[in-house]
């Protein structure tokens, strides 16, 4: 019996043993996995991909774009100068006709002004019979008084008829006027038109009556039309100086904003005032026989002037899409990181904006960012792509 439980006390006693050492084995395996340096992965980073153009610095011409409506040289209501019936109308006083200077455009009824001149002439014919009658008895007088002997002058002039001589000439002066005046009413009863013109409007119908300053119709020059374009101080400083202004060599190109529709107008004048409600100052660009043109450009036409401007130095020409959202233009570094900075087109055409050249980026080329995201980070690695050039 006690042979027994010896034999058990035994058992268990190596069993422990057994038990021991397999846990200080698991044990130091444990330890010599965490005391193992782990295996290192090989990195191999993914930056993204931006497309950019490579730009220099570089001088370009500021074209300056503004905006006016065609206007004619002359705008004229034409009025009568005398009353009368309008006895007939030109064929070409109707809207849309053109005339040329001198046309007959209005005969008024002139029977009283005929006769009006026949009077005065009348008037006249007496008057300088009159006057020669009067110059005849100064000289008669004259001669009386130095043969009489007498010494010295006469008391009045009335002994040598000088008052009546003057005032017979005085009537025949007044006589001629009168017959001008006559003669120029019966000039004014045939209205001609004082310029080459476009009928924009008629007023008068054959049988009606014009008072003197009536309204006979609305008239348009048709040698030139005239677009004036206000600029603000910013535009001016882009133009060439007044020397070149006022050359009239000058051309700028003219589009029909509604249209598209193309002419070419040369630089008239500067006005040399600002408005005093806007502060711009006014261009005036001129177009010569503006209907003859092909297309015609008409009156009131609202047109689109591209005039231009002078050379203007340390400029990057970009296309638009390099100007971001929040108006930055974006470019890479030497370390190919991303930075910005915020930038304001000096001017822009149909092609391209034109930035000024932050001075610490005019030393060589630089590589800009032709589509700029929002998500774009100062200092980000990125792998540029060059597009094919924009110029």
Same mark, same amino acid.
């Given at each position: 019996?006690?042979?027994?439980?010896?034999?058990?006390?035994?058992?268990?006693?190596?069993?422990?043993?057994?038990?021991?050492?397999?846990? *200080?084995?698991?044990?130091? /395996?444990?330890?010599?996995?965490?005391?193992?340096?782990?295996?290192?992965?090989?990195?191999?980073?993914?930056?993204?991909?931006?497309?950019?153009?490579? *730009?220099?610095?570089?001088?370009?011409?500021?074209? *300056?774009?503004?905006? $006016?409506?065609?206007?004619?040289?002359?705008?004229?209501?034409?009025? +009568?100068?005398?009353?009368?019936?309008?006895?007939?109308?030109?064929?070409?006083?109707?809207?849309?006709?053109?005339?040329?200077?001198?046309?007959?455009?209005?005969?008024?009824?002139?029977?009283?002004?005929?006769?009006?001149? +026949?009077?005065?002439?009348?008037? #006249?014919?007496?008057?300088?019979?009159?006057?020669?009658?009067?110059? /005849?008895?100064?000289?008669?007088?004259?001669?009386?008084?130095?043969?009489?002997?007498?010494?010295?002058?006469?008391?009045?002039?009335?002994?040598?008829?000088?008052?009546?001589?003057? +005032?017979?000439?005085?009537?025949?002066?007044?006589?001629?006027?009168?017959?001008?005046?006559?003669?120029?009413?019966?000039?004014?009863?045939?209205?001609?038109?004082?310029?080459?013109?476009?009928?924009?409007?008629?007023?008068?119908?054959? $049988?009606?009556?014009?008072?003197?300053?009536?309204?006979?119709?609305?008239?348009?020059?048709?040698?030139?039309?005239?677009?004036?374009?206000?600029?603000?101080?910013?535009?001016?400083?882009?133009?060439?100086?007044?020397?070149?202004?006022?050359? $009239?060599?000058?051309?700028? *190109?003219?589009?029909?904003?509604?249209? $598209?529709?193309?002419?070419?107008?040369?630089?008239?004048?500067?006005?040399?005032?600002?408005?005093?409600?806007?502060?711009? /100052?006014?261009?005036?660009?001129?177009?010569?026989?503006?209907?003859?043109?092909?297309?015609?450009?008409?009156?009131?036409?609202?047109?689109?002037?591209?005039?231009?401007?002078?050379?203007?130095?340390?400029?990057?020409?970009?296309?638009?899409?390099? #100007?971001?959202?929040?108006?930055?233009?974006?470019?890479?570094?030497?370390?190919?990181?991303?930075?910005?900075?915020? +930038?304001?087109?000096?001017?822009?055409?149909?092609?391209?904006?034109?930035?000024?050249?932050?001075?610490?980026?005019?030393?060589?080329? /630089?590589?800009?960012?032709?589509?700029?995201?929002?998500?774009?980070?100062?200092?980000?690695?990125?792998?540029?792509?060059?597009?094919?050039?924009?110029?």
């Amino acid at each position: 019996m006690n042979r027994r439980r010896s034999f058990q006390w035994l058992v268990l006693f190596a069993a422990i043993i057994v038990l021991s050492l397999i846990i *200080v084995f698991v044990r130091q /395996r444990i330890i010599a996995q965490q005391n193992h340096p782990a295996p290192t992965k090989i990195a191999n980073p993914q930056y993204p991909d931006v497309s950019v153009m490579t *730009v220099t610095s570089g001088k370009y011409a500021a074209n *300056v774009v503004g905006y $006016g409506t065609a206007t004619p040289h002359y705008e004229l209501t034409l009025t +009568a100068q005398v009353s009368g019936q309008v006895k007939s109308l030109a064929p070409q006083l109707e809207s849309g006709h053109r005339v040329k200077k001198g046309d007959l455009l209005v005969h008024l009824e002139d029977s009283e002004y005929k006769a009006a001149l +026949a009077s005065a002439e009348q008037d #006249l014919s007496e008057a300088r019979l009159s006057f020669l009658e009067e110059e /005849r008895q100064a000289e008669q007088a004259l001669k009386e008084w130095q043969a009489s002997g007498m010494p010295g002058s006469p008391d009045s002039e009335l002994v040598l008829r000088q008052p009546q001589l003057a +005032a017979a000439k005085a009537a025949v002066a007044n006589a001629e006027a009168a017959v001008a005046s006559a003669l120029h009413n019966l000039h004014q009863t045939r209205i001609t038109a004082p310029f080459a013109a476009l009928i924009v409007e008629r007023s008068i119908a054959p $049988g009606s009556y014009l008072q003197e300053g009536g309204e006979i119709a609305v008239l348009y020059s048709t040698e030139r039309v005239e677009i004036p374009v206000s600029l603000s101080a910013k535009d001016w400083r882009k133009l060439p100086d007044q020397k070149v202004l006022d050359s $009239g060599t000058l051309s700028v *190109v003219l589009n029909n904003v509604e249209s $598209g529709k193309t002419w070419t107008g040369q630089i008239l004048r500067s006005e040399q005032h600002l408005d005093t409600t806007t502060r711009k /100052r006014t261009l005036i660009i001129s177009v010569e026989h503006p209907l003859d043109q092909t297309p015609a450009l008409l009156p009131a036409t609202f047109i689109q002037a591209t005039i231009p401007g002078r050379q203007l130095d340390q400029l990057w020409k970009l296309p638009s899409s390099a #100007l971001s959202q929040k108006g930055q233009i974006w470019y890479i570094k030497e370390d190919n990181t991303l930075a910005s900075f915020s +930038a304001t087109p000096v001017f822009s055409d149909s092609e391209a904006i034109y930035i000024a050249t932050p001075e610490k980026l005019t030393d060589r080329p /630089r590589q800009v960012l032709v589509h700029p995201l929002s998500s774009y980070l100062a200092g980000m690695i990125v792998n540029p792509i060059e597009e094919s050039s924009h110029e």
